[in-house]
């Protein structure tokens, strides 16, 4: 059965799914996986960060921010020529998907933004679906990003509209999704989710959901991330509880539930949870991982481990991705 994808959903809906019992949840995420996807397959993505440090927002999580004294090997951009040998290697070990991360608060058009274009082609022509981060866009710049081949746009909402305020100063909530809208209006696909375990509430986590879901159309992917305590950040700095993976848990079912034909990406903090831990996640319906040895600045799950843990789960790298919102027809 094709359930009908719905962009109305209230907090009140959403915070019900998300307060399910816990194995009456995994169960219908897990059922709703299988509707829309092959379950057996996850998507694996890798980061490149193409521009790293100096940023001049004030994200309270991030190691990139000018203004916090961290310890990152920052680096000016990238040349093209660099990008291409990391596409090769990321080829080469079966990724199907590239991510140019920059720390800029915004594009702007200049030489800088015109080389990142000659990236995108670059990593296009690897036969990669190319994705960015790179902060604020405008709709004339989006289009120029669709031009040179871009597949999708990550931009992350974060936190709930609420909570913005108390994470970020410099930018406000409206301002990313204007981005959103920007990423949309150029025929890109949205990439766009957020981060658990910076202090916020179950509400936060639950209007977080309710933003994304009622997106038309639902961003294509949802990063789950979990907060990793960078010393000399805000948050780094702060004593914050571990996130608990039955929070993660029942973060990526809810998801796998209100936007059923989206890629839920386990993100940041997947280096912290088990194999156990991870099963579970995949059974809640999360189908897409950020792997390789590095995200940004940060170390993640080793590639060997990560081959482990697919082989014990009877899981492989997605081949390609499939069309949004077209249900799979292989059931696992
Ligand atoms: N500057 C661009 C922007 O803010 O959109 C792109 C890069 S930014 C590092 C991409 C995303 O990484 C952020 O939106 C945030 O969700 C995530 N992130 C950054 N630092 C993190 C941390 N310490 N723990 C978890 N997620 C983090
Ligand atoms: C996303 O949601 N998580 C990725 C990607 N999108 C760009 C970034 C995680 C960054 C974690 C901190 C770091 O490595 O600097
Ligand atoms: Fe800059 Fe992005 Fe880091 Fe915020 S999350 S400080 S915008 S690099």
Known sequence: MNRILRHNWTFSEIEEIYQRPLLTLIFEAASVHREFFNAKEVQVSQLISVKTGGCPEDCHYCPQAARYNTNIN???LMTVAEVTTIAKEAKANGRTRLCLGAAWREVKDNAQFDRVLEMVEAVNAEGLEVCATLGLLEEHQA??????????????IDTSEENYGSIISTRKFS???RTLENVRKAQITVCCGGILGMGES??????MLTTLATLTPHPESVPINTLIQVAGTPLGDKELEPVPIWDLVRMVATARIVMPSSYVRLSAGRIQRSFQDQALCFLAGANSIHAGDKLLTTPNNRDTDDMAMFDILGLKPQAQSFQHGQPHSLHA
Do not use: Q, V
């Open 74 to 76: 920052k680096h000016a």
């Open 143 to 156: 289009l120029r990003l669709k031009e040179a081949g871009l597949y999708a746009y990550n931009h992350n």
């Open 175 to 177: 301002d990313r999704l």
């Open 202 to 207: 179950e509400a936060d986590r639950i209007k």
